[in-house]
């Protein structure tokens, strides 16, 4: 075992990204800068993490105690909310978005203790060395790939669910940052990256111990019974939030918005791919592509227009871009439908996040769509 590991587990250096301890009410206080500092940033195609601050200043002008985020994504906007002390029901139809939510929003006081954390560390073989088979000279290295098998292993087998949450999200963020570029569309060990980040040289086993770290900070108790699902947004018309804040994949004008694409190595890792078959005919082992009516021309509009309906009494927030289709326009247009009174917020955004030079520089106008009810 390296000697950073032996010492960030016995809690003599800290993680680079382990923040002051917290005080009784810190995250009411200034919301913002306790997402900001708190939340475990993922690299994640469209985060807002950057915009906190603008999507911040827009919820405060609302009155409203509970909400809703229909599309969790990264999960970000959600933890911002938990910050600000509302009661927050978070939704992904990905696996891994709600994983991350059940650790850092619906977990209100659980941490994974350092002596399970020694017993993953310490898991004996896997029963399964699927990971290694499927995925050697794809991702990683050999010894992370059985790292993973036995990790993985390990942590489905604590009896605590919300410790499992705990343990998976720091596999998950492990492997974003092991991964170059954060994203699973290239096959290739890390190592070949040789560029002197961080994040590529250590180990899959390293980059989890900090990320166990990583997460226990970011637990806190709002006072609030927050909740984190997974599953269609089609599927929520009961749920009832005073807001609903609406970040739904779009139809982009260039490149794509395939989040399966991109993550999903992640999204096959939280159940061991047991619902997800993987594709032996791609390089990079994919799973089969999941149908989102957001993501196509021929059916954006409508969905949006059905999920403007949903929610009759809530205020409605949506996140939106100026590179998006339908235009913004129509957008409110299709909301006035459904909605008494509608405002547009705008934001001057540089997306840092593409698979090639022209989206890494794509400079787009941001917009905060609300429908007041």
């Known amino acids: 075992m390296s000697t950073t590991v032996e ?5 003599l250096i800290q993680s680079p990204e382990a ?34 601050p603008w999507i911040h200043e827009t919820f405060s002008e609302l009155p409203f105690e509970t909400a809703l985020d229909a599309f969790s994504g990264s999960g970000v ?20 978005p709600a994983v991350i939510a059940k650790a850092t929003v619906e977990n209100a006081s659980t941490r994974l203790p350092e002596s399970t954390l020694e017993r993953l560390l310490d898991a004996p073989s896997p029963p ?17 790939l059985r790292f993973l098998d036995r990790t993985w292993h390990a942590i489905n087998a604590l009896p605590d669910a919300t410790e499992r949450h705990i343990a998976l999200a720091a596999l998950i963020r492990s492997c974003v940052k092991r991964q170059p570029r954060g994203v699973f569309t290239v096959a290739g060990d890390p190592s070949h990256y040789k560029d002197g980040r961080r994040d590529l040289k250590l180990s ?10 990583v997460y226990n900070d970011a637990v806190f108790d709002n006072g609030k019974q927050n909740l984190a699902l997974c599953g269609d947004v089609f599927d929520l ?19 794509d918005n395939c989040y399966v694409k991109r993550y999903h190595f992640l999204e096959g890792l939280v159940d061991y791919w047991a619902t997800e078959p993987v594709r032996y005919d791609t390089r990079v082992r994919k799973i089969p592509k999941k149908f989102t009516p957001f993501s196509y021309r021929r059916t954006a509009e409508a969905a949006f227009d059905r999920l403007f309906g949903m929610f009759p009494g809530s205020i409605l927030v949506l ?4 590179n998006g289709f339908p235009d913004l326009e129509r ?30 520089r794509a400079r787009v106008e941001e917009y905060l769509i609300v429908g007041l009810p």
Do not use: C
């Open 77 to 96: 906007v959600a933890y911002l909310l938990k910050a600000m002390g509302k009661r927050v029901i978070t939704n992904d139809f990905l696996k891994f």
């Open 7 to 11: 010492q960030l587990k016995l809690g």
């Open 128 to 144: 399964s060395r699927f990971i290694e088979e499927t995925f050697k000279g794809v991702f990683f290295t050999e010894d992370d």
């Open 237 to 255: 018309e009961s749920v009832s939030a005073d807001l609903v804040y609406l970040d739904p994949p779009y139809v982009p004008r260039s490149d």
């Open 19 to 52: 923040p002051e301890e917290p005080k009784d009410g810190a995250h009411l206080a200034d919301p913002v800068k306790w997402t900001l500092t708190r939340f475990p940033r993922l690299r994640f195609m469209g985060s807002k993490y950057r915009l906190i």
């Open 204 to 213: 899959l086993r390293e980059h989890f111990v900090e990320q166990v770290r």
């Open 319 to 322: 996140s939106y871009s100026s």
């Open 331 to 360: 957008l409110v247009d299709l909301m006035k439908r459904h909605r008494r009174e509608i405002v547009v917020k705008r934001h001057d955004h540089r997306y840092h996040f593409g698979t090639h030079e022209k989206v890494k």
